[in-house]
C-alpha cells in the first residue's frame, strides 16, 4: 500500500496546495485531476483549479489553487450550484449509453467500479452496491448482511422500477468535509468521485452525516424539482455509502448498516 501526503509550497511565487501520493495511491491523484476537470467543465459549480498535474506508474502529484476557505455557510448558493450541475448535460459513453464513466475510479480509498450502461438501475446494482457488499463480505460481515444484500440485489429492478432519471454529473461523494466556501460567499466542492448518474446520489449523500440544512434542499428544489419517492431512494443510494465506510472503517459502521439494509429490504 502507498501512502498520500498533503501540504502547501509555493510555485514561482504562488501559493499552492499540494497532494502527493506513491505506490499505490498514485492512481487516485490521477482520478482525482479527472473528475475535477469534468466538474469545472459544467461551469456550474466552482472547484479549485489544477495548477501542475504529474504522474508515472507509482509517483503522482497534484498541485491546486490555493483557495481560502472556511466551513460551508451559503447552503442557497450550494444548493443552486448543485442543481445547475445537475442539469448540464452529462458525458456519455461511446454508444450514447447515459451512466457511467469512462474510467474506474475511487471512493474515499475504495475503488469505484464503472464501465457504461444505458439501465441505471443496473448501472447502480452492479457497480455500486455488488462490489460493495462483496468486499463487505470478505472483510468477515456474513450473516444476516450477506442474507438481506443478497435479497437487496434480486429486488432492486422491483423497488426503482418507476423511477427513470436523466443523466446527471454527479460529484459523487458530496458530505460536509468536501464542501467549503470563499470569502466572497462561493461554495466550493472538492474530492469528487464523479459519474454520470442520478443526480439524487448527491443530494442523498448530503444527508447522511449532517447535511447542509433545509435551506439547502429548499434552494436546489427551486431550480431542480425533486421527483416522488426521494426518500426511498435515498436509503438505498446512502446504503452506498454506508458499506464504503463499514468496509474502511470497520465494525463501527456495522449496525447502522444492518438497519438500513434490513429496512430496505422489508419495505
Not at 153 to 173: E, I, N, T, W
Not at 184 to 204: I, N, R
Request: proline share 6%; hydrophobic share 45%.
Amino acid at each position: 500500500m502507498g501512502s498520500t501526503r498533503c501540504g502547501t509550497e509555493f510555485l514561482q511565487g504562488r501559493r499552492v496546495f499540494v497532494k502527493r501520493a506513491a505506490g499505490a495511491d498514485a492512481a487516485m491523484l490521477v482520478c482525482e485531476a479527472n473528475g475535477l476537470r469534468a466538474l469545472a467543465a459544467t461551469g456550474t459549480i466552482r472547484v479549485p483549479a489544477i495548477v501542475i498535474e504529474q504522474a508515472m506508474r507509482d509517483d503522482a502529484y497534484l498541485a491546486l489553487e490555493w483557495l481560502d476557505l472556511t466551513a460551508p455557510t451559503e447552503p442557497v448558493a450550494l444548493g443552486r450550484a448543485l442543481a445547475a450541475l445537475h442539469g448540464a448535460p452529462a458525458p456519455r459513453g461511446p454508444r450514447g449509453e447515459r451512466f457511467g464513466w469512462h474510467r474506474d475510479n475511487w471512493i474515499g480509498g475504495t475503488p469505484q467500479v464503472n464501465g457504461w450502461s444505458d439501465d441505471w438501475t443496473a448501472f447502480f446494482r452492479d457497480a455500486r452496491l455488488a462490489p460493495q457488499l462483496e468486499r463487505a463480505f470478505r472483510n468477515g460481515f456474513r450473516s444476516d448482511l450477506e442474507r438481506d444484500g443478497e435479497r437487496l440485489l434480486l429486488a432492486l429492478p422491483d423497488r426503482l422500477r418507476d423511477h427513470a432519471p436523466s443523466p446527471s454529473l454527479v460529484h459523487g461523494d458530496l458530505w460536509q468535509g468536501n464542501a467549503a466556501t470563499l470569502p466572497d460567499g462561493t461554495p466550493v466542492v472538492f474530492d469528487p468521485a464523479v459519474y454520470a448518474g442520478d443526480g439524487e446520489v448527491d443530494l442523498a449523500m448530503t444527508e447522511l452525516f449532517g447535511g447542509f440544512g433545509a435551506a439547502f434542499m429548499r434552494a436546489y428544489e427551486g431550480v431542480r424539482p425533486i421527483a416522488p419517492g426521494y426518500a426511498l431512494r435515498r436509503d438505498f443510494y446512502n446504503l452506498y455509502h454506508l458499506l464504503n465506510h463499514l468496509n474502511l472503517f470497520g465494525a463501527a459502521y456495522l449496525a447502522r448498516t444492518k438497519r438500513t439494509l434490513a429496512r430496505l429490504v422489508e419495505e
